[in-house]
């Protein structure tokens, strides 16, 4: 009786350890991306930025999901955001969507501020 106590906990231990294991893997498996743009619109949990997209050449409109999970950098909320502020983005991709792990407000240097500014006569 006690033989099979000790050889169901061992089995239930290994089963256990090949569940966290596997946990683990697919969490590496994720590789976190990284992108930076142009705010366009925040709706809901949804922040749509312009970015470079290298193989058309061109600007496009891409959306990354903002949840509990993703750090906010610069910024206290998702609603703060406005549009034409620059955003850098860290981020994986999830059942075929953009998940930020990371949101960064870049706050510009007072020497770009000076180069926005329109000169006064």
Do not use: C
Request: charged fraction near 25%; hydrophobic fraction near 45%; avoid cysteine.
């Amino acid at each position: 009786m006690i033989i099979k106590k000790v050889l169901l906990a061992a089995i239930l231990g290994l089963a256990f350890l090949g569940i966290l294991a596997g946990s683990a893997v697919a969490q590496e498996e994720e590789e976190v991306l990284g992108t930076y743009g142009h705010v366009v619109k925040v709706t809901g949990n949804q922040l749509t930025i312009s970015e470079w997209d290298i193989e058309k050449e061109a600007m496009v409109d891409v959306s990354y999901t903002v949840d509990a999970k993703t750090k906010l950098i610069n910024v206290g909320a998702l609603k703060d955001l406005k549009a034409d502020q620059s955003v850098d983005i860290n981020y994986v991709v999830r059942a075929g969507k953009n998940v930020a792990v990371d949101l960064t407000l870049e706050i510009p240097s007072d020497d770009e501020e000076e180069e926005e500014a329109p000169a006064t006569e």
